[in-house]
């Protein structure tokens, strides 16, 4: 059995007065302990909704969630509130996008770690204290003495995002959910902080949900990537399959928006036409129709369903695939 097990997860916002909005629907994936898993999507494609639903931290009222989403084998959605708050933090734990508005912005950064390990350890005072130093250094913030004392305004973007991860693994979860850790980040921070990740993966088993649209943090961290558009799964594979076999057109497009080092120079880029809103309902048929250079009237006749045309394990939502082309295999 997998670690967590998500099966047909479903996130509707309901107003009064106002039709409802599927956010995520019917999204489906497994992450082993020790693996890193990918949700991949340009924004809007529902990869936060889904991290959101599964942690509890959508809002009670305007929300209809449904499906499964087993951890250690009991459903997270339909846990009581008290269980979930014993879980999130000690074998449950998320890294969120925006430090900044992550962190309590009138507390400084020792109350808000020791908080969480009086919470979950039991610990209190001094030994607080020094295991907070402790995850400060090793996630490597220089002299986490005065940090510890400092409030999130002092510190840099990427010192922010390194006192998240910290909290994140102070009680060393089961599973950590990073939304998109490096947004906003220069690269040579950006790098610091995936390698950090990596280290927790193969030295604690950790298992890891990356929720990016960065496929170049999806090349060098992650084991298997689900490709999301308008809430759905529209191809999932193994890292090494996707980006040597792309076959779902809006996958394909993603990869070959990319810059390449080894392009011609003034070659242009080949990004996807339209935008996210340029979509029809999954009811009707491919919501990505409107922006597919592939489309053809069977993408109109219904919702398309996943299927394995190229090989066991790699997943694509398409009636019209695009054609397999040699392409040189990504390394690790």
């Known amino acids: 059995m997998a670690l967590l097990s998500v099966d047909e997860l479903s996130v509707t916002f309901t107003a009064k007065g106002r039709k409802d909005s599927t956010a995520v629907d019917g999204v489906s994936f497994d992450v082993d302990q020790g693996q890193v898993v990918g949700l991949v999507g340009e924004s809007g494609c529902g990869k936060s909704v889904t991290s959101l639903a599964l942690m ?5 009222k305007g929300v209809r969630v449904g499906g499964r989403a087993l951890f250690e084998g009991e459903d997270l959605l339909t846990m009581s509130p008290r269980k979930r708050r014993d879980l999130r933090g000690s074998q449950l734990a ?17 109350v808000q770690v020791t908080e969480i390990l009086r919470r979950h350890r039991g610990m209190k005072g001094e030994a607080a204290r020094k295991e907070a130093a402790h995850l400060l250094d090793r996630v490597g913030i220089p002299d986490p003495d005065r940090r510890l ?4 305004h002092q510190l840099s973007g990427g010192m922010r995002q390194r006192a998240l991860i910290a909290m994140a693994v102070a009680c060393a979860p089961r599973m950590l959910i990073a939304d998109e850790p490096t947004t906003a980040l220069d690269v040579t921070i950006q790098a610091q902080i995936l390698e950090l990740l990596k280290e927790l993966v193969d030295q604690e ?3 890891l949900l990356m929720i990016t649209h960065d496929l170049g943090v999806v090349a060098g961290l992650c084991d298997q990537v689900n490709v999301l558009y308008a809430g759905r799964a529209v191809e999932s594979a193994g890292r090494r399959e996707l980006f040597a076999h792309p076959t779902h057109p809006y ?18 880029l080949s990004p996807i036409r339209g935008s996210i809103n340029d979509r029809i309902s999954w009811a009707d048929g491919c919501a990505f129709a409107p922006r597919c250079d592939h489309y053809t009237m069977e993408c109109l006749t219904g919702t398309p369903e996943l299927t394995e045309p190229r090989a066991a394990g790699h997943q694509v ?10 392409q040189a295999e990504v390394s690790a």
């Open 149 to 152: 004392k400092e409030y999130p």
């Open 205 to 207: 088993g950790t298992a």
């Open 56 to 60: 509890g931290l959508l809002p009670d």
């Open 251 to 268: 996958a394909h497009g993603l990869l070959g928006s990319i810059p390449r080092l080894d392009a011609p120079r003034g070659e242009p």
């Open 317 to 326: 939502r398409c009636v019209n695939p695009v054609l397999p082309k040699p």
């Open 94 to 110: 998320m890294i969120f996008q925006d430090p900044l508005s992550s962190l309590n912005p009138v507390v400084p950064i020792g």
